[in-house]
């Protein structure tokens, strides 16, 4: 076991915990942060997906250790009010069905939001490939990142 300190959403945190212990696992089970979902385990759907220094990144496979000295946002940390663009278009758009993938999606988004303000169709594409939704929606999702692409 280690010490490690970790600023997630802004907020420096002390944990006890082996140093390569899934950084998925510090979130939900240590800080409480159940918005990120473990979906595969192995990075291949993007449930766990949180920003590194801004960069999507599958919690599922980033170790602790990975994480000390770097800004860790999940989806509690996007917006003090849940008011994000993102989060905004997501509810006008009616993106989720089941909801269990669209942290990771909005997360994502984010991240390429972040790249790319107005991102075209084929930018979407190849930002949100790696990101599965059993309920299939996709084009409800490409309409929310391009509703949001909007509003910033």
């Known amino acids: 076991m280690s010490q490690f300190t970790l600023t997630v959403n802004g907020k420096a945190h ?3 915990v082996d140093p390569e212990t899934p950084l998925l696992w510090i ?6 942060l159940t918005g990120t979902k473990f979906g595969c ?3 291949l759907c ?3 997906t949180i920003l590194l220094d801004g960069e999507a990144t599958r919690s599922c496979m980033t170790p602790v250790e990975y994480a000390v000295e770097m800004e860790i946002t999940t989806i509690e940390g996007l917006s ?3 008011k994000h663009s993102l989060q905004l278009a997501w509810i006008e758009e009616e993106v989720p069905q089941c909801g269990y993938c669209q942290s ?3 997360m994502t988004a984010a991240a390429l939001m972040k790249e ?9 594409n190849v930002a949100m490939r790696m990101n599965l939704c059993r309920c299939g929606t996709y084009q409800r999702i ?3 990142i391009h509703k949001a692409a909007q509003v910033m």
């Open 104 to 106: 990771g999606q909005i």
């Open 41 to 43: 385990g192995r990075g």
């Open 46 to 48: 993007g449930a766990c």
């Open 116 to 124: 790319k303000s107005h991102p075209t169709d084929e930018d979407i």
């Open 142 to 144: 490409r309409r929310a």
């Open 14 to 16: 002390s944990v006890n």
């Open 80 to 82: 003090v009010d849940s």
């Open 27 to 32: 979130l939900r089970d240590t800080l409480g």
